[in-house]
Nanobody, 120 residues
Framework: QVQLVESGGGLVQPGGSLRLSCAAS????????MAWYRQAPGKERELVAR???????NYADSVKGLFTISRDNAKNTVYLQMNSLKPEDTAVYYC??????????????WGQGTRVTVSS
């Protein structure tokens, strides 16, 4: 199994910054893509940012130029640097990882979610 441990959420004022982290562990052979999703109250879960094993990134239009996704392959960890936060960024943020186990089978794993609240 793959375990994902997220951290870094919290309360921040509009215009502030937060950095989310997600560390993967388990019987992992490799990690392909790592991503962050978010779900605001009453809304569908949406992709925020994604990074491939080769470092290619893509972002939701609403966060382009404001958020930066990165990964440390040695630590099996993905980060999301969030700058110039707005109240509409308030949501539970979920880490998502896919890859292969040592056994060769494919996995997709989700973190437990970390809450980000942007409010004055």
């Amino acid at each position: 199994q793959v375990q994902l441990v997220e951290s870094g959420g919290g309360l921040v004022q509009p215009g502030g910054s937060l950095r989310l982290s997600c560390a993967a562990s388990g019987t992992i052979f490799n990690i392909n893509a790592m991503a962050w999703y978010r779900q605001a109250p009453g809304k569908e879960r949406e992709l925020v940012a994604r990074i491939t094993s080769g470092g290619k990134t893509n972002y939701a239009d609403s966060v382009k130029g404001l958020f930066t996704i990165s990964r440390d392959n040695a630590k099996n960890t993905v980060y999301l640097q969030m700058n110039s936060l707005k109240p509409e960024d308030t949501a539970v943020y979920y880490c998502n990882v896919d890859g292969r186990y040592v056994s060769g089978s494919y996995y997709v794993a989700w973190g437990q979610g970390t809450r980000v609240t942007v409010s004055s």
